[in-house]
T-cell receptor, first 114, second 110 residues
């Protein structure tokens, strides 16, 4: 069964550094998402991406965040200058966008900002 | 704005006992409701959704629009049901982002 793949599984970085989290959505999917989950809190929507542009973003998704689909397969989330509070589990998800289709989630990347 | 509430953070039941996870939502339109499950060390995966009205792994959930609820139920819990359960809502019709509840950790004891 096709899966959403995320790399790396764990990323440790120093505060102020840039990080790029990578996702390979399922190949025929058209809508892509990033969510995050701070330890002990709920899964929160960050951004949705369709047709090579952001379709919606949450308040969390400020200027420090950006997303890109640099080629036909990867979907990346960049955090320009990480803060301690960016430490969280980041999940990528994708869907076809057809009526009734569900979102499939990656296993997540645990980001630890020191 | 939509909101999903799961009032129970933790739920502990004995094997063979019924289990019910509560979920309430607030949204002015016609949402799509889902239950996602996360077993230990595994990814989030869909358990069931209201539009399919099916039973998965013995779980059922009925959308009650009057009470704005989508409670998850299973008559006889099994040890393998121990997991984190998330209720989620999407607005549907070209807006598929999910709003999640805080999640309920279910522990089924032998």
């Amino acid at each position: 069964e096709p899966e959403v793949t995320q790399t790396p599984s764990h990323q440790v970085t120093q505060m102020g550094q840039e990080v790029i989290l990578r996702c390979v959505p399922i190949s025929n999917h058209l809508y892509f998402y990033w969510y995050r989950q701070i330890l002990g809190q709920k899964v929160e929507f960050l951004v949705s991406f369709y047709n090579n542009e952001i379709s919606e973003k949450s308040e969390i998704f400020d200027d420090q965040f950006s997303v890109e689909r640099p080629d036909g397969s990867n979907f990346t989330l960049k955090i320009r200058s990480t803060k301690l509070e960016d430490s969280a589990m980041y999940f990528c998800a994708s869907t076809t966008g057809r009526q009734g289709e569900i979102q499939y989630f990656g296993a997540g990347t645990r980001l630890s900002v020191l | 704005a939509q909101r999903v509430t799961q009032p129970e953070k933790l739920l502990s039941v004995f094997k063979g006992a019924p289990v019910e996870l509560k979920c309430n939502y607030s949204y002015s339109g016609s949402p799509e409701l889902f239950w996602y499950v996360q077993y230990s060390r595994q990814r989030l995966q869909l358990l069931l959704r209201h539009i399919s009205r099916e039973s998965i792994k013995g779980f059922t959930a009925d959308l009650n629009k009057g009470e704005t609820s989508f409670h998850l139920k299973k008559p006889f819990a099994q040890e393998e049901d121990s997991a984190m359960y998330y209720c989620a809502l999407s607005q549907g019709s070209n807006d598929y982002k999910l709003s999640f509840g805080a999640g309920t950790t279910v522990t089924v004891r032998a």
